[in-house]
């Protein structure tokens, strides 16, 4: 069993210590007229280094940027698509903080890139870190979209042609598709998709489906072209329950898991298996109690019987930047320190 370790999203954005400050910081003296937008800008590329750093220090082998330029996982993808405007806020679907909501007054488009810049320095930044020992060649950032069904279903329609949620979901699709596209030429080897939207209307599900196999499409034309990629999908704790039967469908190559909370989820693996590779998310990235060492090796333990051949995950049930800075730290620390011990020694990738 290959159990790679991986970050699944979001890092603190802030933390003790004035440097540590400086995009809150930074933030607040644009709002003021007091700095400019490349102020702005070195302050996120400081705080997307540290993000880096310290994901790798504390033993991730697939990371992030800690989404750290993100004011929240809806009008970062969805402000930036023609068609599109910004309205008030609204709290995000079971997840702290809130989002802008999208206002679609036509069909969205993309005319300039969403990530792929961000996702060239956050290599950048990768490349200019120490590479621990035993890590060489191992170390890879990982992209994070918001999936379409999700943009599309906490966006508002203001015009009768994207009033129907397919519509607008296949729309966010085709501008997440070519997304995914220029985020593969530029290297994207790992991107994860997160649909945290709740799927509980009729018809939502096929919505959701219909979005992945958009992307999935892209996908597959990169692989046709010469190039490696993997697409994982996150879902809600919640709904990858309610759809157990239907999640591994879902034309992803890994199924990213909440397993922090115990519950339904690990009831259905346990009794199931798994028909493919997952990302095991076993430390709470709401909660900054830190997890006892041992039950989660235990329970590590038990579920690797039921994961199939090949490379599986390892990481945190989603993104950290809830938490206290030295608690995300130490939430990554102790699922190296998990794995260690389930295995013996470092698993190789």
């Not at 890139?113 to 621990?132: I, K, M, Q």
């Not at 499409?217 to 329950?241: C, I, N, S």
Request: hydrophobic share 45%; aromatic share 4%; proline share 6%.
């Amino acid at each position: 069993m290959d159990l790679t370790l991986s970050s699944a999203g979001s890092y603190p954005r802030s933390g003790p210590g004035e440097d540590l400050q400086v995009l809150v910081r930074t933030r607040e003296a644009v709002a003021r007229g007091e700095q400019t937008a490349a102020d702005l800008i070195d302050a996120e590329n400081f705080m997307v280094r540290r993000a880096i750093e310290e994901q790798v220090a504390a033993g991730m082998e697939v990371v992030t940027d800690g989404l750290t330029r993100w004011l929240d996982p809806v009008s970062h993808f969805a402000g930036r698509l023609e068609g599109v405007t910004l309205g008030g806020e609204r709290p995000l679907p079971s997840a702290p903080g809130t989002y802008r909501i999208p206002q679609v007054s036509r069909r969205p488009v993309r005319r300039a890139p969403l990530l792929a810049d961000e996702y060239r320095f956050a290599c950048n930044a990768l490349g200019a870190v120490g590479t621990p020992s035993g890590k060489a060649g191992k170390l890879c950032v990982k992209a994070v979209l918001t999936g379409p069904f999700t943009l599309a279903k906490l966006s508002e329609p203001e015009h009768a042609a994207v009033a129907n949620l397919d519509a607008r979901s296949a729309a966010f699709a085709d501008a997440l598709a070519a997304e995914l596209g220029a985020l593969v030429e530029g290297g994207a080897e790992h991107i994860q998709v997160d649909e945290f939207a709740p799927a509980e209307q009729a018809g939502d599900w096929t919505a959701l489906r219909a979005g992945a196999a958009a992307l999935a499409v892209a996908r597959d034309a990169a692989r046709k072209g010469g190039r490696r990629v993997e697409l994982t999908y996150f879902l809600h704790a919640q709904e990858a329950a309610a759809h157990w039967d239907a999640l591994f469908d879902l034309p992803a190559d890994v199924v990213g898991l909440d397993l922090s909370a115990g519950g339904k989820l690990i009831e259905r693996l346990a009794a199931s298996g798994a028909p493919k590779p997952l990302h095991l998310g076993l430390v709470s990235a709401r909660s900054a109690e830190l997890e006892d060492a041992r039950e989660l090796a235990h329970r590590l333990e038990s579920l690797l019987p039921k994961l199939p051949a090949g490379r599986s995950y390892l990481g945190p049930a989603g993104g950290l930047d809830a938490l206290p800075r030295d608690r995300a730290r130490a939430k990554l620390e102790l699922l190296s320190r998990v794995r260690e011990s389930v295995a013996g020694r470092p698993v190789p990738r």
